[in-house]
């Protein structure tokens, strides 16, 4: 298994641009994230998905989309780029973790080697 | 009140000495908890996972967890120069949530 892969590794973008982060894994997890971490910081959840069609907003999603047509792949969109989007992009999947009932949760998250970003 | 807190360190042990590294968290309700390592340009990778009281020992690594003081901790004994990083702690705050909240991490330093 390749595990969690991530496009492309550095990436320089002028203000304005536009651009796609890709993010496959190939362990069928159903959960899926996007993270961003700044130089010192630890990591901040911009979305994540528990399934196909289905996103969700984490703590810092403006400025970016997500899509999740397949398990496999959950691409981040960067619209109008931005200096404040110069950040390491890391993807994380996981495997749901089974409580009683119906509840679920998110277990151990594997992370992909990340894109440097950088906006000017 | 963060959710989830670490300090930041650095925290500088000689070679060969116990590494300690803990992390405290908020919502007592929390059931999981992670530790990973992260190298410098690197993206965060698994240490220990821990669920229940006690000490888990993989190796090297020893995670204590005690959810009465709501504290999850790693040592790391015999400590070696790779062992330089940033450890981040992860905490699923509560049961039936998809997602993982992360310390901001404390960085490790090992002095030959």
């Known amino acids: 298994n390749a595990g969690v892969t991530q496009t492309p590794k550095f990436r320089i973008l002028k203000i304005g641009q536009s651009m796609t982060l890709q993010c496959t894994q190939d362990?069928?997890?159903?959960?899926m994230y996007w993270y961003r971490q700044d130089p010192g910081m630890g990591l901040k959840l911009i979305y994540y998905?528990?399934?196909?069609?289905?996103?969700d907003k984490g703590e810092v999603p403006n400025g970016y989309n997500v899509s999740r047509s397949t398990t496999e792949d959950f691409p981040l969109r960067l619209e109008l780029a931005a200096p404040s989007q110069t950040s390491v992009y890391f993807c994380?999947?996981?495997?749901?973790?089974?409580?009683?009932?119906?509840?679920?949760?998110?277990?151990?998250?594997?992370f992909g080697p990340g894109t440097r970003l950088t906006v000017l | 009140q963060k959710e989830v807190e670490q300090n930041s360190g650095p925290l500088s042990v000689p070679e060969g000495a116990i590494a300690s590294l803990n992390c405290t968290y908020s919502?007592?309700?929390?059931?999981?908890f992670f530790w990973y390592r992260q190298y410098s340009g690197k993206s965060p990778e698994l240490i220990m996972s821990?669920?229940?009281?006690g000490d888990k020992e993989d190796g090297r690594f020893t995670a204590q967890l005690n959810k009465a003081s709501q504290y999850v901790s790693l040592l790391i004994r015999d400590s070696q120069p790779s062992d330089s990083a940033t450890y981040l702690c992860?905490?699923?705050?509560?049961?039936?949530?998809?997602?993982?909240?992360f310390g901001t991490g404390t960085r490790l330093t090992i002095i030959p």
């Open positions: 821990i669920y229940s009281n």
């Open positions: 362990m069928n997890h159903n959960y």
């Open positions: 919502d007592r309700g929390s059931q999981s």
């Open positions: 994380a999947s996981s495997y749901p973790r089974r409580g009683q009932g119906a509840s679920v949760s998110t277990d151990t998250q594997y």
């Open positions: 992860a905490v699923n705050i509560n049961f039936g949530n998809e997602k993982l909240t």
């Open positions: 998905s528990v399934g196909a069609g289905i996103t």
